[in-house]
């Protein structure tokens, strides 16, 4: 050490020394986040915001995204993206206006994705495990619709755990939207109000469009 160093009061060499490890740190806290802001905006643009924070989603954002358990359902999901209703059989007759529409608007929105469509699966897990109206299945079956019916899990606790997933955030009896990570991110009213299907035909399309997963399906 210097004799002009050894002139140098204690105090004053700690204070240099601490301001060099705050300039230290907080050179390396802007170094982290501007590793992180692709990452960040991604993110946010796969949850339909616009760049500048407004909100343009119809349907409402699940934050963080509820990760499915594919044990939980007898289809594919991973790999997919998945409209989902869950309704007992026993109430979803040809009548039901609630049910019925909750369906109609599931076709209508996978088939205006036109060429796109073939990304996005249609399920209805049929809560009560009874005979579906056979005048339900002859509209929205499999092969025209593209709708996949199936039951609740026969294992109690995996039942429990699908039950308490599906009815977070009061979403029970939403329309919820599946990624294909598979994990729910967004879901939707049925209020039988005319927004519906443009609201969430405009959601599903950005979101095809700014997330590549499952184009190969």
């Not at 294992?155 to 429990?160: E, N, S, T, W």
């Not at 294909?180 to 399309?205: C, I």
Request: aromatic residues 8%; hydrophobic residues 40%; positive net charge.
């Amino acid at each position: 050490m210097s004799d002009k160093e050894l002139l140098i009061p204690a105090s004053q060499t700690d204070a240099a020394i601490n301001a060099r490890t705050r300039r230290g740190r907080i050179q390396m806290l802007l170094l982290l986040l501007a590793c992180a802001s692709p990452v960040i905006a991604s993110y946010l643009a796969y949850y339909v915001f616009k760049p500048e924070g407004g909100k343009t989603n119809f349907g409402t954002l699940v934050y963080p995204a509820q990760e499915l358990n594919p044990a939980w359902l007898s289809v594919p999901i991973q790999g997919k993206w998945t409209m989902l209703i869950a309704r007992p059989a026993s109430d979803c007759q040809i009548k039901d206006d609630k049910c019925i529409e909750a369906l109609f608007l599931m076709r209508q929105v996978k088939v205006a994705m036109g060429r796109e469509s073939k990304r996005v699966q249609l399920l209805w897990v049929n809560t009560d495990g009874k005979p579906v109206d056979p005048e339900v299945t002859k509209i929205y079956d499999e092969q025209s619709a593209g709708l996949k019916i199936v039951t609740l899990p026969t294992d109690p606790q995996l039942k429990a755990q699908f039950e308490e997933w599906l009815n977070k955030e009061g979403s029970g009896q939403q329309i919820q939207l599946i990624d294909p990570s598979p994990a729910k991110m967004m879901f939707f009213p049925v209020t039988n109000s005319p927004k519906e299907f443009a609201g969430m035909k405009k959601d599903l399309e950005k979101l095809l469009k700014l997330n590549h997963k499952g184009e190969k399906l």
